[in-house]
């Protein structure tokens, strides 16, 4: 050997030591599932096992009791109720050590999500609802209880006042855990619940910024206070923010008691609180879970979120959970378990025009709640371009902080490109170097749709051909030598919009990337400038400098859909106690809507084309009908159990999710994943080999929760070109809670495509008893192979 080869592989050596050291210190939180019989009787709780268990990781640690020792990784979170286990920050070698130990099932990783509101810096943009009516006079909701898993709440909103309410549900175990500037009386009859999860932020981020932040469950964001008050805020009369959208504020169920569980924190939300947060509902007595957070898509087994919702709907919880704001791209929704109630985003038929002015006469629409001083009537104003030749291109374009010039910017008003920071700081940006009014224009994967906000100074938000029609005429403008001039005309709050509803821009879109014989999203709901509560520490546009308050304010996302459908799972079970949590999304999907207040198909606000399937799912839900379905498709544990079976899932997986039941031995012999008794049909073939047709089946069985000797007869709309039976055609039920089957089958023709490539056809089958239409969506994707 070399003098110069042995020195290389002495570095190799040093390298490869400190890698080790390094992977050896590098601790990860993990969420570790454990058999819960295993527990060795010398151990008197399951934390002290799970403690000690942590300690044998560790043979050469000091054994002292100093928790922060670096050496012993301790318990984060202990789960039991939907759940069994625990969460522990491990290096590599320590986590392959704990798998190996007897009664430890597996190891999940952490996942971080994110709110899924479009205000958060996360959405980058690349990619009133007063329908309660009959429901609004009613006592619906009063003894069900919500728990929202959020970033907390502001418990003095007028939302929250309890005045007519009756006693706390006896039921209740919940509790109003005291903390930074938030009492145990903090809560009331409205609000009956409060508590707070950062261990597991902390494990990883280091100790909480306690200026910036509450260690308690007070609200220091505003979207856990939005969120709530959209589920189940009382009546407010006058609510608006700074003037906009005056009117009466009221959640879904308004009379329905809140718990809040805040996860989220400012650097995120971390599975391991998040599944601590379902466990402790659970165990609280929550009836429903408003969950309006996030993150990558990953299988079952592996997904936090799927895992605490999986617990709670085997405890009879229901769950929704938002669909992201990953649209308007396919394959971007998330939250797909089929346990799971999965919302994307629609528009009410309310809007906030804010149109620009050019110099040329051109007016140009744009949406806006900015409610300052407006700029002067009847004056133009000049206009640049962020992204113009003299500043630094794309991150002056984007107006990203500290990039735009003062002395160009100064008195003037600055068109900006959406992306990277969010929207509100951009506006900032504009301020700080001199701008008078800014023009927010969208990107062409934005297309076209609008979120209106409430800026810090006069702006306004327009699609991505006026940004486009904008930036041309600066050009010509700057080529004569003539200055660009405009204004932005706030014109305050327009109802009876059409059309509406359509699908936001920005709600994610099928298929669904885990499973896609499931359709995601199911429904749809208002997530569009949603006014609702909002904190007092933080101004409506959510940026530090915003030294507003407002009592409402107006934001949009998945994240604001996903909690009507929460108010409105409370109404459900309310007026039906029994009723499992698929039965009421049963409910909500077969009396859902396709069709807008002009009588057609919903838009895609993205393109203004037709929206489909993917885009809404079953539909917009429909309150009122939701009520009386006619029939429901109800679920078990068993029957998810059977899907994960089918879904080839190993028997320790399935137990992961669903810890008491194991067996998959007979459900893969009951048949396939389409199986799954769900309100919506979705099958998808791959053309293989020279076969012209290829067909598959699916089973059904529908329950009757409507009068007794009720007869529903089939109407098929098949999707084009697609053969779809029903057998037996018609269903004649003698009682209610009668249960019957029925068979669809399912036959396609073979399709020319091109290799990768893939075709969608959608249509629907309706049972209809002359009363009740129950509506399916038959979905049929046909991929050519590569
Ligand atoms: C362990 O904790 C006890 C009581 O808190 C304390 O008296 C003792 O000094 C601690 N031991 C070590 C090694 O820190
Ligand atoms: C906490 O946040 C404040 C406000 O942003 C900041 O000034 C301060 O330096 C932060 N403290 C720590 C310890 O990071
Ligand atoms: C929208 O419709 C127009 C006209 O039918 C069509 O040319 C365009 O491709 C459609 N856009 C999308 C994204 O489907
Ligand atoms: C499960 O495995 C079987 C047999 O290999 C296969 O036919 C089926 O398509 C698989 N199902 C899924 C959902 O992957
Ligand atoms: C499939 O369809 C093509 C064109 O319609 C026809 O020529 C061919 O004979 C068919 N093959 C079978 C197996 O039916």
């Not at 949590?581 to 203004?608: K, W």
Request: glycine content about 10%; overall charge neutral.
């Amino acid at each position: 050997m070399s003098k110069s080869s042995l020195f290389f592989c002495t570095l190799l050596l040093i390298v490869i030591v400190f890698a080790l050291a390094d992977a050896e210190l590098l601790r990860k939180t993990f969420i570790i599932r454990v058999e819960r019989d295993a527990k060795p009787s010398i151990f008197p709780t399951h934390k002290h096992w799970y403690e000690s268990t942590l300690r044998s990781l560790s043979p050469t640690a000091i054994h002292d009791n100093s928790s922060d020792s670096a050496d012993v990784s301790t318990v984060i979170h202990t789960y039991d109720t939907v759940f069994h286990g625990f969460s522990a920050k491990l290096s590599t070698s320590e986590a392959q050590r704990l798998e190996t130990l007897s009664g430890i099932v597996a190891l999940i990783p952490e996942q971080v999500r994110h709110l899924h509101t479009t205000r958060s810096p996360e959405f980058l943009g690349l990619k009133t609802s007063d329908s309660a009516g009959l429901l609004k006079d009613s006592d619906f909701g009063s003894d069900l209880v919500i728990g929202v898993i959020d970033t907390g709440i502001w418990p003095e909103r007028k939302s929250f006042n309890d005045r007519e309410l009756g006693p706390v549900p006896t039921k209740w175990k919940g509790q109003c855990v005291a903390g930074e500037k938030f009492s145990a009386t903090s809560c009331n009859r409205k609000l009956i619940g409060a508590r707070y999860f950062s261990d597991g932020y902390e494990a990883t981020n280091g100790k909480m910024n306690k200026t910036i932040e509450f260690r308690s469950p007070r609200d220091s964001d505003g979207h856990g206070t939005h969120t709530a008050s959209i589920a189940a805020g009382r009546y407010v009369f006058p609510a608006s923010t700074l003037g906009y959208a005056r009117g009466v504020a009221a959640g879904m169920a308004p009379k329905a008691r809140l718990a809040a569980y805040k996860v989220c924190w400012n650097a995120g939300c971390y599975d391991s609180d998040i599944l601590a947060a379902f466990d402790m509902a659970v165990a609280d007595g929550v009836d429903v879970i408003s969950l309006s957070v996030g993150g990558v898509v990953v299988p079952y087994y592996l997904d936090a979120i799927a895992i605490g919702a999986f617990g709670a709907s085997d405890a009879g919880v229901f769950v929704s959970a938002s669909a992201g704001n990953g649209g308007p791209g396919g394959l971007t929704v998330t939250n797909v378990a089929p346990w799971v109630t999965t919302v994307g985003a629609g528009n009410i038929d309310r809007d906030f025009p804010a149109d620009v002015k050019l110099g040329n006469g051109k007016i140009i629409s744009g949406v806006s709640v900015y409610g300052g001083p407006a700029l002067a009537p009847h004056k133009l104003y000049p206009l640049i371009y962020a992204g113009s030749e003299g500043s630094d291109g794309y991150s002056s374009s984007l107006c990203l902080e500290g990039s735009l010039d003062p002395n160009i910017v100064q008195g003037k008003i600055v068109l900006c490109d959406r992306g990277i920071n969010s929207r509100a700081v951009k506006g900032e940006v504009v301020k700080k170097a001199g701008g008078i009014g800014m023009i927010l224009a969208n990107g062409v994967f934005d297309g076209e749709g609008l979120v209106a906000d409430c800026h810090v100074l006069p702006a306004t938000s327009v699609g991505a051909s006026a940004g486009e029609e904008i930036r041309k005429y600066i050009t010509e403008m700057s080529k004569s030598k003539t200055p660009a001039m405009a204004t932005i005309m706030f014109k305050g709050t327009r109802v009876n919009v059409q059309p509406a509803p359509l699908v936001a821009s920005f709600s994610a879109r099928g298929p669904n990337p885990e499973t896609p014989e499931i359709l995601k999203p199911d429904v749809i709901a208002p997530g569009l400038n949603i006014l609702a509560g909002w904190p007092d520490g933080v101004g409506p546009s959510g940026i530090p400098s915003d030294k507003r308050r407002t009592e409402f304010n107006i934001l949009s996302g998945t994240s604001m859909a996903c909690p009507h459908v929460s108010g409105l799972a409370a109404l459900l079970k309310a007026a039906h106690p029994e009723w499992s949590p698929a039965a009421i999304r049963s409910a909500l999907m077969t009396t859902a809507y396709t069709v807008d207040n002009r009588g057609e198909t919903m838009l895609d606000e993205s393109t203004g084309n037709s929206s489909t399937v993917m885009d809404y799912g079953a539909g917009h839900v429909h309150p009122q009908k939701a009520m009386d379905p006619g029939l429901i498709y109800d679920l078990s544990s068993y029957d998810y159990v059977d899907f994960l079976c089918n879904s080839n899932y190993t028997t320790k997986n399935v137990q992961l999710v669903t810890r008491k039941y194991k067996d998959c031995s007979g459900a893969k012999r009951a048949g396939h994943i389409g199986n799954l008794n769900y309100p919506s049909l979705s099958a998808v073939f791959q053309q293989y080999g020279k076969k012209n047709k290829t067909s598959t089946h699916f089973i059904r069985t529908v329950t009757n929760v409507g009068e007794s000797n009720s007869v529903y007869e089939v109407t098929i709309n098949p999707p084009k070109g697609v053969v779809v039976t029903v057998q037996p055609e018609r269903l004649a039920f003698r009682r209610v809670g009668q249960k019957l089957n029925f068979l669809v089958r399912v036959q396609v023709r073979k399709e020319k495509l091109s290799a990768g490539n893939s075709v969608l056809k959608s249509g629907s089958i309706v049972w209809s008893d002359g009363k009740h239409d129950v509506i399916s969506p038959v979905v049929v994707t046909i991929q050519q192979p590569l």
